[in-house]
DNA sequence: AGGCATGTTGCCTGAGGACTGCTACAATCG
DNA sequence: CGATTGTAGCAGTCCTCAGGCAACATGCCT
């Protein structure tokens, strides 16, 4: 009942949408610097893509440099795998499918201790 | 100079081939059950499709259904991320992030705590 | 020798993905 | 008010992917 359109979160088009106008550009204008129509834009940024699925690797790229934001963050939004990561994964591949079947607890657990940092209140 | 073709070890395709002849099939056999056909087969064992890549996700599957092969095994081997992984890493990415940011040789060592050993025989 | 099963390769195509490029419309604002 | 901005629909384009097909080579068996 639900490919996707309602109900969603869209993570990525909330997190382009406020890059964006963080740094004072309309759909308009940012449209032409990455190079794309700005009517896509706007489905990019509401999740209304005519099929499912996320825009493509390379204008997550290029959304990446002209707003100045950390590429990783918006690929992984956008579900494509950074590279540095994908060359990690698929080179220890075991090593990761041990790290993915520990529940998610334990493996937070384990993270933390190895970095310390990382709280929440401010 | 290379795209791909020639140098690039193959892990997918030796191992697809491997399990087939433990089977005994042939590639004419072994095709209609995967629901392909033999010469496609063929270039993916050879790792000679014409564009650079893997073969569809659903073909791994498919292939490891009916050679009772580990999916997750070559759906990595094929670079393709199992359902597991995916969920995991996407849903908590920075956490993946830290991990993938380790030297190798911490990571192993971490995991190796984590999980004793994948060692021994019965 | 012939025949047949097996494997390899090059070209071809159909479907779908990633957009473009309009157009029209509603809301906002200065 | 007019100008700017965002939302939406839809036809059309271009390209890549995934796989099909026919022809070819090679081996093996009696």
Redesign the pocket.
């Known amino acids: 009942m639900n490919t996707k359109a309602e109900s969603r979160t869209n993570a990525l088009g909330d997190r382009i949408?406020a890059l964006?106008?963080s740094k004072g550009?309309?759909?308009?204008?940012?449209?032409p610097l990455v190079?794309?129509?700005?009517?896509?834009?706007?489905?990019v940024?509401?999740d209304?893509?005519?099929?499912?699925?996320?825009?493509?690797?390379?204008?997550i790229h290029r959304l990446a440099d002209v707003l100045e934001a950390d590429e990783d963050e918006l690929l992984l939004l956008a579900r494509y795998l950074p590279q540095a990561m994908a060359d990690r994964i698929f080179e220890q591949p075991e090593l990761f499918r041990t790290l993915t079947e520990l529940p998610p607890s334990k493996l937070t657990s384990v993270v933390s201790r190895i970095k310390p940092r990382k709280r929440s209140p401010k």
């Open positions: 949408r964006r106008k550009y309309s759909l308009r204008k940012l449209a190079g794309v129509g700005f009517s896509y834009l706007s489905k940024e509401n209304r893509l005519d099929f499912d699925g996320s825009p493509s690797e390379s204008l």
